[in-house]
């Protein structure tokens, strides 16, 4: 097998307990975890040096659609500026630069109404400053490629749900209501016979293991 070193920041977006639960196991399966912020290039070039990282899976962000509205400044320095410092530090590894992956999303394709997705679809109208800024990731990934040649594949998620996930998320919230017995939220848009309706992709978190350790 493969050493694994983590990295997280532990910040206190939703509930620090169920990180920390996240990060007990983390280590009890053999990796190595470090508390930092990827935003951190410092830390980051020692880490790839020391580790010789030769595979990256960047997976940090700051998450959440609605959030994003009230605090779009944060959503700038972690999704993008974190992303820079990330491979910037990647480009610098010699001899053998490491292989990135990093999360986009899939709200980069906004309001494209062509079903399914694809990854040829036009992406130059997100409609969150979530989207806006994993847009921006995926044209700076492209960059360091073009530029440095660095191996960067970006992977869009589909709403990732799962054991341990984010208690923001919609699949926990309706647990929660069920179980307490209160009304589910639900959030339509207008439709065209003015019903209004929502569809939305989920993708179980096993689905998201494998297909990052396949890219």
Known sequence: GHGVVGIDNMNNYYDIRLKVLRRRLIERAGATFIQGDVCNGT?????????????????????????????????????????????????????????????????????????????SAITNKPISIYAATKLATEHVAHAYHSLYNLRVTGLRFFTVYGPMGRPDMAAWMWAKNISNGEALTLYEVPSSDGQGELLRDFTFIDDIVAGGGLG
Do not use: D, W
């Open 43 to 119: 830390l980051i070039g020692r880490i790839l040096r020391e580790f010789r990282v030769t595979h990256i899976l960047h997976l940090a962000a700051q998450a959440g659609v609605r959030y994003s509205k009230i605090n779009p400044v944060t959503y700038g320095e972690a999704n993008v500026m974190c992303t820079i410092r990330l491979l910037e530090q990647a480009k610098m590894v010699k001899p053998v630069q490491p292989v990135v992956l990093y999360a986009s999303s899939s709200s980069v394709y906004g309001r494209n109404a062509s079903i399914p997705f694809k990854e």
